[in-house]
């Protein structure tokens, strides 16, 4: 009989036969007693990886049906948020400290910190709220239910409430309008708070390409995709073309700065002692061919950002224009097919708006202070309005900040990254140009972010030494800071995001009754009935909007309101031309909204209310406390509109 030789005793093992590896018992042996290992995800360090994920996740939850965001006052959800939603932000935050710790080996773990961070942060009203998020983003599912009724918008009417854009600038709402068919829900509304979810969602892979170009160090790439959304409060990621048409820019830099690289161009950054520690090497150059077919699949991006919204292929051909600055990106073609396609299609499809642009360009160009305002009239007022906007202002700085002292202190990373630089603040001399309709301020910002977001993740992050490089002294001194000052910031981040983001949350808001009665009104108007409010910011202020003629009369500077008040009845009977039928709809949203954002003064919307009540001119049709719907019925000669309608 063969007897089995044992292994020779040398300092390695023998091989493991077939059936050792399989796990089965060779015949004929005794089974040998096996020591049990602890299951692997009670390491300690992968303890520390998913246990602080899992608890963040459960407070969260635990808190859900906490959240009063039925009797919100004067500082929005934030004092409607139990404590342990705030301690669920801090354990995700602690636990994502933790998890870069092995960001290099295990960068899943950051990933998924990160994800779990942009549900806290935005999820709550996606679940919670039993009416739509932001009322103005109703005005989207207006223009996706008017496609899906009649086949078709209409980019040369002229639509008041200044919806003729949106027909001028389709593509977003087309895609919608098929996601609508496809899904088999009654509308957009059904799926349209979830949307900073997936948008963000979507976003995060695309930074992880852009950061990951400038760096290999996975620590870095993941605090600047957490800075990013804890300093994206804009509100520009609800369903809008905003959201949909930043997704596809950031997207088409990503190509750029990845695929684009000039041959010859980088120089000494292909030399790693020149670089930065956690630099990465400058991408591999591509040839003439290469980049004309990368145009040509950028094209239908590009094209459908065009189709989608007025300022983003702008933004995107400025962004273009600052890497042709650099020898590495001195590429102009794409640069001029993303010229070419902006302007075929504002000269046909969006040449109305386009003209009228160029109209008001005279008037807005080189004005600094006024286009870099915040909103289009009033200031904020009540605490939580002021509060939020405090916090918009310290946040802008703090990043600002952040990004400073990244390119004064780390010179070899900021050679190396210029482009990204260059990117971010491409967008910061739009300010001379136009105001936006009083958010210029606010675009630039959320343009300028996923670098600014970068190179703030680099102030806190130190750089990895090798193991052949010592550590100098002033290399410990860095590190021993980055320890404090990386917890503390991403902490005050994600605090200064609360007030930001929700400070303002009871505008945002809407009851259902008051959705309803506004529904019911404008069911019933009769085609060319003119519904005035003051401002259009409530609830379905636009359904049936290309059927109606729409007056938000509020929507001025405040001196010109306070004159309003004084007469409102025959202030806006000025504005109502003869034999025209009209409603004012008044609602519980707008006298927030109007307060809020200082259109009217203290008890102006109360005083508004109860003196057209009272005139002669208007019969209150439905009154209950969410608002009040009257009915123009002038007992005198009529007055001429004077213009007061916005088209």
């Known amino acids: 009989m063969r007897q089995r030789v044992p292994a020779p005793l040398t300092g390695r093992s023998a091989p493991p036969s077939a059936l050792e590896t399989t796990g089965q018992e060779p015949p004929g042996d005794t089974a040998r007693p096996r020591l049990r290992r602890p299951p692997d995800l009670l390491r300690p360090d992968l303890l520390f990886s998913w246990l602080p994920l899992l608890l963040g996740i459960g407070l969260w939850l635990y808190a859900l049906p906490r959240i009063g965001f039925r009797s919100m006052g004067d500082y929005g959800l934030l004092d409607r948020l139990p404590a342990a939603f705030y301690l669920s932000l801090l354990v995700l935050t602690c636990g994502f400290l933790l998890s870069l710790r092995r960001a290099g080996t295990a960068p899943w773990w950051p990933a998924a910190y990160c994800v779990g961070l942009l549900f806290a942060l935005k999820a709550a009203p996606a679940v919670l709220y039993d009416s739509v998020r932001y009322p103005w983003a109703s005005k989207h599912d207006a223009v996706i239910n008017q496609l899906l009724l009649n086949g078709e918008l209409r980019p040369n009417a002229a639509l008041s409430g200044n919806m003729s854009a949106y027909d001028q600038w389709p593509g977003f709402f087309s895609l919608n309008a098929a996601l609508v068919r496809t899904f088999g829900v009654e509308s957009a509304a059904a799926y349209l708070n979830w949307a900073p979810i997936v948008l963000g969602l979507l976003v995060m892979p695309v930074l992880v390409l852009i950061y990951r170009t400038f760096t290999e160090d996975w620590r870095l790439v993941w605090t600047a995709v957490w800075i990013f959304q804890a300093a994206n409060w804009v509100g520009q990621d609800y369903l809008a073309p905003q959201g949909f048409a930043y997704v596809l820019h950031l997207t088409v830099l990503a190509v ?135 916090a918009n202002v310290v ?88 320890a404090v000052a990386l917890p503390l910031a991403l902490t005050a981040l994600v605090a200064g995001f609360m007030p930001s983001y929700y400070g303002k949350e009871k505008m945002y808001y809407t009851p259902p009754a008051e959705t309803a009665m506004v529904t019911r009104t404008i069911d019933r108007a009769p085609q060319g009935t003119l519904i005035l409010a003051t401002t259009g910011s409530f609830p379905q202020a636009l359904h049936r909007y290309d059927r109606l003629e729409h007056w938000f009369f509020a929507e001025q500077e405040l001196p010109e309101n306070e004159k309003m008040l004084k007469d409102p009845a025959g ?77």
């Open 395 to 482: 946040m802008v700085l703090a990043v600002a900040a952040l990004a400073g002292i990244a390119v004064l202190t780390r010179r070899r990373l900021t050679r190396s990254a210029l482009p990204l630089l260059l990117v971010s603040a491409a967008p910061v001399p739009m300010f001379a140009v136009n105001d936006y309709g009083g958010e210029m301020l606010f675009r630039v910002y959320l343009f300028a972010l996923p670098g600014a977001a970068f190179f703030a993740a680099a102030a806190l992050v130190p750089a990895v030494v090798g193991a052949r490089r010592p550590q100098t002294r002033a290399g410990t001194v860095r590190r021993r800071t980055a």
């Open 256 to 390: 750029v700065l990845r695929h684009f690289v000039r041959p010859g161009s980088a120089g000494r950054l292909r030399d790693r002692t020149c670089l930065d520690p956690v630099a990465a090497p400058v991408p591999p150059p591509t040839g003439v061919r290469q980049r004309a077919v990368c145009i040509a699949i950028l094209a239908p991006l590009i094209a459908a950002i065009n189709a989608s919204h007025q300022l983003t292929p702008v933004m995107l051909c400025v962004s273009l224009l600052a890497l042709t600055l650099t020898r590495r990106y001195r590429n102009y073609g794409l640069l001029v097919v993303a010229g070419l396609l902006m302007l075929i299609w504002d000269l046909t499809m969006g040449r109305p708006l386009f003209v009228e642009t160029l109209g008001t360009l005279r008037d807005s160009i080189g004005e600094l202070m006024q286009n870099s305002r915040a909103g289009y009239a009033g200031q904020l007022t009540g605490p939580g309005p002021e509060l939020a906007g405090r």
């Open 571 to 647: 202030y806006l009977a000025r504005g109502i031309a003869r034999g025209t039928k009209a409603y004012v709809i008044l609602t519980r949203t707008q006298d927030i909204y109007t307060a809020g954002e200082g259109l009217l003064p203290p008890g102006g919307f109360a005083a508004l209310r109860s003196r057209l009540s009272a005139s002669s001119l208007f019969k209150v049709v439905e009154e209950q406390p969410y608002g009040v719907v009257l009915e123009y019925r002038p007992g005198g000669p009529r007055g001429s509109r004077s213009g007061g309608i916005t088209r």
